[in-house]
């Protein structure tokens, strides 16, 4: 027998637990409605909750990036891949989250793995939030710290292990997303400062959801619960509202210096691309100096909200506190029923399911550039079906 035969045996388990996942294309420019597999249909599957992605300053930004400096960066930032836009995006970002300093890697994933591996290894605790997202859990893994998986959001149960945990440990990591993608609730972050703090712990926060859709400025939940100034370790990424590719750790001068030498995954990686630093960047001066698509991506949710409550009181809406919503069904036969027929009816929402998250649902995200229409359109499908 084949040593590889073990995968085929192991695809057939996952397909017959209704796991089986695979690819469907967009052939069009991304934006509030695409051509999704032939047929056009209403976007609420994206994580460009500004609209960005489309946007002609950043396309503009990107070519004239690539014309200047070519398509590939061509080395890691300590050899020969840094260029000057690289140090500019690194600024741009620390004075936008009001850090002292930033450091951008080829992708969220890679910033939380990298960032996590450096700051702590086998004498150290990691709590994490069970809820967090696969990087913040790979990363905890790859550490070799030990982890405790706290139950979502129990600020209780921390507090009881690190009052039991915390002496037998040299340093203590908390790690949590600040939106959590699946779910869309928020973490209880004033909460977390007091106890990382309490107990001499360091905290990790991922606004991977949060950068350019929270806060007064767009900075994030951090900026949104009024913590900005305190020391934490914020992580986010460029590949959300901010319409390009990449992510950030930001925090203070020694920590961002620290990481230079020690994250793996920034330093033996190349560095970001031309396009993609150049598009980063301008994205975040339109975050900062347009506020009212902001606005927009608020009143929609409010919009969806509204309509959800007046006309599907039958469906269960998980509580959200952001543009993520979800629709918990009681299955995944159930939720893959519900995603099929909305694409049939021209309205792009995925179904998700374990193992991506332990209870099936629709997830919904929001947009800036959803018209009341496209969302009203939405709640008749469900509504009828
Ligand atoms: C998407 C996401 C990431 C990864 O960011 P990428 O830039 O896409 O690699 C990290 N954390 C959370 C919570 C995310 O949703």
């Not at 741009?92 to 930033?102: G, H, N, R």
């Not at 926060?205 to 951090?222: K, L």
């Not at 020391?231 to 001068?253: D, F, N, P, R, V």
């Not at 543009?323 to 929402?349: E, S």
């Amino acid at each position: 027998m084949s040593p590889y035969a073990w995968i085929e045996t192991s695809l057939k388990t996952i397909r017959r637990a209704n796991w089986y996942r695979s690819t469907q294309t967009i052939y069009s420019c991304s934006g509030a409605v695409v051509v999704l597999e032939g047929q056009e249909v209403i976007n609420f599957a994206s994580n460009d909750y500004l609209g960005l992605a489309s946007d002609q300053r950043l396309i503009a930004a990107a070519v004239n990036a690539a014309r200047e400096f070519g398509t590939g960066s061509t080395g890691s930032r300590l050899l020969s891949g840094q260029r000057l836009l690289h140090k500019e995006l690194e600024q741009a970002i620390a004075s936008f989250k009001q850090t002292q300093d930033a450091i951008v890697f080829s992708s969220g994933y890679l910033a939380n793995i990298g960032a996590i591996v450096a700051l702590v290894g086998k004498r150290d605790l990691i709590l994490s939030d069970q809820y967090n997202h696969s990087c913040l859990k790979n990363g905890a893994i790859l550490s070799g710290a030990s982890i405790i998986e706290y139950p979502h959001c129990d600020i209780e149960f921390l507090r009881n292990q690190l009052s039991i945990q915390r002496q037998n440990y040299r340093r203590c990591l908390i790690i949590t997303d600040s939106v959590f993608s699946m779910d869309g609730d928020l973490c209880p972050l004033p909460e977390l400062l007091d106890l990382a703090d309490e107990f001499s712990c360091m905290l990790l926060v991922d606004e991977a959801h949060a950068t350019g859709v929270f806060g007064e400025s767009g900075a994030g939940c951090v900026e949104h619960f009024g913590c900005t100034g305190r020391e934490l370790i914020q992580m986010g990424t460029l590949s959300k509202a901010l319409g390009s590719l990449g992510g950030y750790i930001t925090g203070s001068t020694a920590l961002i210096d620290f990481l230079r030498n020690r994250a793996p995954s920034w330093i033996y990686t190349t560095a970001l691309s031309p396009a993609d630093t150049a598009a980063a960047h301008a994205a975040i001066e339109i975050v900062r100096n347009e506020p009212q698509r902001r606005m927009q991506l608020w009143q929609n949710v409010e919009y969806l909200k509204q309509l959800t409550q007046k006309y599907l009181p039958n469906f269960k809406i998980l509580p959200c506190s952001s543009p993520i919503l979800c629709i918990q069904l009681a299955n995944v036969t159930d939720a893959l029923k519900v995603g099929k027929h909305l694409k049939a009816a021209g309205i792009f929402a995925p179904a998700i399911r374990p193992p991506t998250v332990p209870t099936s649902r629709i997830r919904i995200t929001l947009m800036a550039t959803h018209k009341d229409v496209h969302i009203e359109k939405l709640v008749e499908v469900l509504r009828n079906m």
